[in-house]
Protein backbone atom coordinates (compact mmCIF):
# COMPACT_ATOMS: atom_id res chain seq x y z
CA UNK A 1 0.00 0.00 0.00
CA UNK A 2 1.11 3.69 -0.97
CA UNK A 3 0.09 6.68 0.89
CA UNK A 4 -0.11 10.39 0.16
CA UNK A 5 -1.24 12.88 2.23
CA UNK A 6 -1.97 16.35 1.70
CA UNK A 7 -3.81 19.34 2.71
CA UNK A 8 -1.66 20.47 5.75
CA UNK A 9 -1.24 24.38 5.06
CA UNK A 10 -0.88 27.52 7.65
CA UNK A 11 -3.71 28.85 9.18
CA UNK A 12 -4.90 30.96 12.37
CA UNK A 13 -5.56 29.74 16.01
CA UNK A 14 -9.31 28.44 16.14
CA UNK A 15 -9.45 27.41 11.88
CA UNK A 16 -10.25 24.32 10.30
CA UNK A 17 -8.01 22.23 7.87
CA UNK A 18 -9.15 18.92 6.36
CA UNK A 19 -6.32 16.58 5.72
CA UNK A 20 -6.58 13.72 3.37
CA UNK A 21 -4.73 10.51 2.48
CA UNK A 22 -5.37 8.13 -0.60
CA UNK A 23 -4.44 4.62 -0.75
CA UNK A 24 -3.00 2.73 -3.37
CA UNK A 25 -4.18 -1.14 -2.07
CA UNK A 26 -5.57 -3.13 -5.05
CA UNK A 27 -8.16 -5.48 -5.15
CA UNK A 28 -10.52 -3.46 -2.69
CA UNK A 29 -8.33 -4.49 -0.38
CA UNK A 30 -8.52 -0.97 1.17
CA UNK A 31 -11.65 -1.55 3.41
CA UNK A 32 -9.60 -3.98 5.69
CA UNK A 33 -7.00 -1.69 6.33
CA UNK A 34 -6.70 0.57 9.95
CA UNK A 35 -6.05 3.94 9.02
CA UNK A 36 -4.27 6.27 11.61
CA UNK A 37 -2.64 9.76 11.58
CA UNK A 38 0.28 10.21 13.83
CA UNK A 39 2.26 13.76 14.15
CA UNK A 40 5.60 14.80 14.74
CA UNK A 41 6.69 18.37 15.83
CA UNK A 42 9.90 19.35 15.67
CA UNK A 43 12.19 17.86 18.51
CA UNK A 44 9.40 15.53 19.76
CA UNK A 45 8.55 11.96 19.10
CA UNK A 46 5.96 11.18 16.44
CA UNK A 47 2.71 10.88 18.65
CA UNK A 48 -0.31 9.10 18.26
CA UNK A 49 -3.76 11.70 17.03
CA UNK A 50 -6.50 8.92 15.46
CA UNK A 51 -7.21 6.08 13.99
CA UNK A 52 -10.18 4.12 12.38
CA UNK A 53 -10.37 0.40 11.60
CA UNK A 54 -11.39 -1.84 9.09
CA UNK A 55 -15.15 -1.59 10.94
CA UNK A 56 -14.92 1.86 11.35
CA UNK A 57 -14.16 1.70 15.14
CA UNK A 58 -12.24 4.79 16.50
CA UNK A 59 -9.88 6.05 18.91
CA UNK A 60 -8.51 9.65 19.58
CA UNK A 61 -5.79 10.81 21.22
CA UNK A 62 -6.78 12.76 24.38
CA UNK A 63 -5.35 15.81 23.12
CA UNK A 64 -7.33 16.09 19.82
CA UNK A 65 -10.87 14.16 21.29
CA UNK A 66 -14.31 16.49 20.40
CA UNK A 67 -12.00 18.78 17.82
CA UNK A 68 -10.94 16.31 15.22
CA UNK A 69 -12.62 13.37 13.17
CA UNK A 70 -11.05 10.82 11.67
CA UNK A 71 -13.64 9.15 8.72
CA UNK A 72 -12.23 7.22 5.79
CA UNK A 73 -14.26 6.37 2.31
CA UNK A 74 -13.71 2.89 1.06
CA UNK A 75 -14.72 3.85 -2.28
CA UNK A 76 -12.39 6.41 -3.09
CA UNK A 77 -9.66 4.93 -1.16
CA UNK A 78 -8.93 7.81 1.49
CA UNK A 79 -9.01 8.19 5.04
CA UNK A 80 -9.43 12.06 6.46
CA UNK A 81 -8.78 14.10 9.53
CA UNK A 82 -11.07 16.96 9.78
CA UNK A 83 -9.53 19.34 12.11
CA UNK A 84 -11.40 22.71 13.44
CA UNK A 85 -10.14 25.06 16.88
CA UNK A 86 -6.52 24.40 15.70
CA UNK A 87 -3.70 25.23 18.54
CA UNK A 88 -0.26 26.07 18.21
CA UNK A 89 0.47 23.15 19.93
CA UNK A 90 -1.05 21.16 17.45
CA UNK A 91 1.20 22.18 14.46
CA UNK A 92 3.13 19.11 13.13
CA UNK A 93 4.38 17.18 10.51
CA UNK A 94 1.47 14.84 9.84
CA UNK A 95 1.67 11.66 8.60
CA UNK A 96 -1.08 8.84 7.43
CA UNK A 97 -0.43 5.58 8.30
CA UNK A 98 -1.55 1.55 7.52
CA UNK A 99 -2.11 -1.69 8.54
CA UNK A 100 -3.63 -4.31 8.11
CA UNK A 101 -2.82 -6.94 11.15
CA UNK A 102 -2.87 -4.35 14.25
CA UNK A 103 -4.55 -5.65 17.08
CA UNK A 104 -6.54 -3.06 19.29
CA UNK A 105 -3.94 -2.65 22.02
CA UNK A 106 -1.35 -1.40 19.82
CA UNK A 107 -3.74 1.03 17.85
CA UNK A 108 -1.73 4.10 19.11
CA UNK A 109 1.51 2.69 18.76
CA UNK A 110 3.21 3.57 15.31
CA UNK A 111 5.53 0.55 15.54
CA UNK A 112 2.89 -1.45 14.54
CA UNK A 113 1.84 0.09 11.49
CA UNK A 114 3.16 -0.84 8.20
CA UNK A 115 2.65 1.78 5.78
CA UNK A 116 3.31 5.91 6.01
CA UNK A 117 2.83 8.12 3.97
CA UNK A 118 5.10 11.24 3.32
CA UNK A 119 3.41 13.76 6.14
CA UNK A 120 2.06 16.98 5.39
CA UNK A 121 3.36 20.02 7.67
CA UNK A 122 0.22 21.83 9.61
CA UNK A 123 1.26 25.37 11.06
CA UNK A 124 -1.03 27.16 13.59
CA UNK A 125 -0.07 30.46 13.91
CA UNK A 126 -1.38 32.51 16.95
Known amino acids: VQLQASGGGLVQVGDSLRLACAAS??????????LGWFRQAPGKEREFVAT???????VYADSVKGRFTISRDNAKNTVYLQMSSLKPEDTAVYYC???????????????????WGQGTLVTVSS
Open 97 to 115: AASSTIISSSLSNHRFYAY
Open 25 to 34: ASGGTFSRYT
Open 52 to 58: IRYNNNI
